[in-house]
């Protein structure tokens, strides 16, 4: 079975400009879960999806949002880029219990 | 918000000893997680824990909830190279909802 797939995997923005990353989870899972990693402040939670609904949200700001489709597939959207947005960003899906298995993020420079 | 305490930040041993790790906070929380992310990558789940008290193994890695449901603790024992990356913890308050909370992390080193 294939594991949860993330794309792109590097990406490089200007400040000021919008990006949208992708994450296909894994297969039958319709939890997707979003999170942020930085060397400053870690893992940290972004949003989730399920059955197309967010479910939980994080607490950033409104520039980043997300939406899932009805195959489970997700999206996150960070509009008017900042460089503090630097980060690594990873998808994780879920069948029913906690656990979440994560894909490989997506590396997103800002410039 | 919620913050999980892990310790130590680094660990540098050597190949064949045993490494012990923790998480504290001061949340309840009815979920905890441990995973190992290697560079580059993301995190792998390496062991799921669900009730206090509760000790799992994985092959040379064991890990308990701890019974005030404040802590957790991971053990790797006999380490090997390839043990090396960055392991965290994770817990889960709400039930029903995929919202972690994660750990700073452990660096583990070893040295052959």
């Known amino acids: 079975k294939a594991g949860v797939t993330q794309t792109p995997r590097y990406l490089i923005k200007t400040r000021g400009q919008q990006v949208t990353l992708s994450c296909s989870p894994i297969s039958g899972h319709r939890s997707v879960s979003w999170y942020q990693q930085t060397p400053g402040q870690g893992l940290q939670f972004l949003f989730e999806y399920f059955s197309e609904t967010q479910r939980n949200k994080g607490n950033f700001p409104g520039r980043f949002s997300g939406r899932q489709f009805s195959n489970s597939r997700s999206e996150m959207n960070v509009s008017t880029l900042e460089l503090g947005d630097s980060a690594l960003y990873l998808c994780?899906?879920?069948?029913?219990?906690?656990?979440?298995?994560f894909g490989q993020g997506t590396r997103l420079t800002v410039v | 918000g919620q913050q999980l305490n892990q310790s130590p930040q680094s660990m540098f041993i050597q190949e064949g000893e045993d490494v012990s790790m923790n998480c504290t906070s001061s949340s309840i929380f009815n979920t905890w997680l441990w995973y190992k992310q290697d560079p580059g990558e993301g995190p792998v789940l390496l062991i799921a824990?669900?009730?206090?008290?509760e000790l799992t193994s994985n092959g040379r890695l064991t890990a308990q909830f701890g019974i005030t449901r404040k802590d957790s603790f991971l053990n790797i024992s006999a380490s090997i190279p390839s043990d090396v990356g960055i392991y965290f913890c994770a817990g889960r308050i709400i039930q029903g909802a995929q919202k972690l909370v994660f750990g700073q992390g452990t660096r583990l080193t070893i040295n052959p």
């Open positions: 824990l669900y009730k206090a008290g």
């Open positions: 994780a899906s879920s069948l029913a219990g906690p656990e979440a298995f």
